[in-house]
């Protein structure tokens, strides 16, 4: 998912690689980070509202 987003943010090559600047690098980085992240955030909801689905009561 992160090489998609990256190509369409207009960088013609996949994820930067030693020739790039830190600048790229670095949000390359915060690209992937928030990938990631929003990824675990959407896991973890949906585990929590199944749960409260199948319990009735919102896990802690």
Known sequence: MFQQVWKKLGHDEDAPDAERTWREAMSAAVLQGA?????????????????????????S
Do not use: C, F
């Open 35 to 59: 990938i990631v992240a929003g990824g675990k955030a959407a896991a973890d909801r949906s585990g929590t509202a199944a749960t409260r689905h199948l319990t009735g009561t919102w896990p």
